[in-house]
């Protein structure tokens, strides 16, 4: 099992920008995709980016496509997830997940950390 903690949630105006982190521990060395996810009031959670640890493939929601940036650090086991140009309609619990197999990195995620809230007013 891979424990992870997500961090840099916040409260931000629209338009401005906000970096998480999730730091990894644990059967690291299993990881195949890491991914961040999030989940509005009253919606169900959304995929939001995936990164394949290996080659560092990335994917993206079409919702933030152009405005969010994920990215990882190997020797740290941290991945990351700029969040640029935001918007109400971002506004969410953000959760970082490992996923260990499997060629879809939109769903199957393994583990799963506690979230981070991210708030962005208008």
């Known amino acids: 099992q891979v424990q992870l903690i997500e961090s840099g949630g916040g409260l931000v105006q629209t338009g401005e920008s906000l970096r998480l982190s999730c730091a990894a521990s644990?059967?690291?060395?299993?990881?195949?995709?890491m991914g961040w996810f999030r989940q509005a009031p009253g919606k169900e959670r959304e995929f939001v980016a995936a990164i394949r640890w290996s080659e560092g493939s990335t994917y993206y929601a079409a919702s933030v496509k152009g405005r969010f940036t994920i990215s990882r650090d190997n020797a740290k086991n941290a991945v990351y997830l700029q969040m640029n140009s935001l918007k109400p309609e971002d506004t969410a619990i953000y959760y970082c997940?490992?996923?260990?197999?499997?060629?879809?990195?939109?769903?199957?995620?393994?583990?799963w950390g506690q979230g981070t809230q991210v708030t962005v007013s208008s």
């Open positions: 644990g059967r690291t060395f299993s990881t195949h995709v």
């Open positions: 997940a490992v996923k260990r197999g499997g060629i879809a990195v939109r769903n199957g995620y393994d583990d």
